[in-house]
């Protein structure tokens, strides 16, 4: 086996091995990011966005086995909830952090 293999093998298997610890750091880089960004650039108090992100993460693990259908109205209700109350700025940023959660949910149960 060359180096070049060698070194792609050992790489795929500490992603393989360690996939969960590397989900749960980029849901906390994340979530750290859109904090920063709600809090410094739209004004939304840290106790909100905070809250906003536990029940962004919450929501996505009480929906994980529901049909597709069910996640489109979610974030239509969360966007339409943005505009309504002027916040769609904030709103987008929590429909991406729910996107990216159910994405790593997902691949979480194939892992």
Same mark, same amino acid.
């Given at each position: 086996?060359?180096?070049?293999?060698?070194?792609?093998?050992?790489?795929?298997? =500490? !992603?393989?091995?360690?996939?969960? *610890? +590397? $989900? @749960?750091? &980029? #849901? /906390?880089?994340?979530?750290?990011? =859109? !904090?920063?960004?709600?809090?410094? *650039? +739209? $004004? @939304?108090? &840290? #106790? /909100?966005?905070?809250?906003?992100?536990?029940?962004?993460?919450?929501?996505?693990?009480?929906?994980?086995?529901?049909?597709?259908?069910?996640?489109?109205?979610?974030?239509?209700?969360?966007?339409?909830?943005?505009?309504?109350?002027?916040?769609?700025?904030?709103?987008?940023?929590?429909?991406?952090?729910?996107?990216?959660?159910?994405?790593?949910?997902?691949?979480?149960?194939?892992?």
């Amino acid at each position: 086996m060359s180096n070049k293999k060698k070194k792609n093998h050992v790489r795929n298997k =500490f !992603i393989r091995d360690n996939f969960n *610890l +590397l $989900a @749960v750091i &980029i #849901f /906390a880089i994340l979530s750290s990011a =859109f !904090i920063t960004i709600s809090y410094v *650039l +739209l $004004a @939304v108090p &840290i #106790f /909100a966005c905070g809250a906003f992100v536990i029940l962004e993460a919450l929501l996505a693990i009480c929906l994980k086995k529901v049909p597709v259908f069910v996640h489109i109205f979610t974030i239509a209700f969360q966007i339409g909830l943005g505009i309504y109350f002027g916040a769609v700025v904030f709103v987008i940023l929590m429909v991406i952090l729910y996107l990216v959660s159910m994405f790593l949910l997902a691949v979480w149960d194939r892992a």
